[in-house]
Nanobody
Framework: VQLQASGGGLVQAGGSLRLSCAASGRTFSSYGVAWFREAPGKEREFVAM????????YRADAVKGRFTISRDNAKNTVYLQMNNLKPEDTAVYYC?????????????????????WGQGTQVTVSS
């Protein structure tokens, strides 16, 4: 599967953005999809993940209550709605996907568990 992330931009603190991760291929519904972000000088970190069917979602503590992940399998797209953005949310945001069987419950936080990555989209939040 190939992933294309979009929707980033410059926004003031308190504003909103919606990121999209569009996927190629007919088996998109068999992939769990996540968003990670990488700020300058920092390691790439987990943001949110959605299961294949969309029934299960997980979010990092730093974004709970502000970010929502969703998917539309008919459109082969996963979304990340980001509200009440803060300057510390500034980063390049990447979407990632994988369809392998996982053996532990917190696998979705581990970047090494994802075999497919999009190119990243820049999100900049000004104070």
């Amino acid at each position: 599967v190939q992933l294309q992330a979009s929707g980033g931009g410059l926004v003031q603190a308190g504003g909103s953005l919606r990121l999209s991760c569009a996927a190629s291929g007919r088996t998109f519904s068999s992939y769990g999809v996540a968003w990670f972000r990488e700020a300058p000088g920092k390691e790439r970190e987990f943001v949110a993940m959605i299961s294949r069917s969309g029934d299960n979602t997980y979010r990092a503590d730093a974004v709970k209550g502000r970010f929502t992940i969703s998917r539309d399998n008919a459109k082969n797209t996963v979304y990340l709605q980001m509200n009440n953005l803060k300057p510390e949310d500034t980063a390049v945001y990447y979407c990632a996907a994988d369809n392998n069987v996982k053996t532990y419950s917190t696998w979705y936080r581990n970047i090494r568990e994802y075999g497919y990555w999009g190119q990243g989209t820049q999100v900049t939040v000004s104070s």
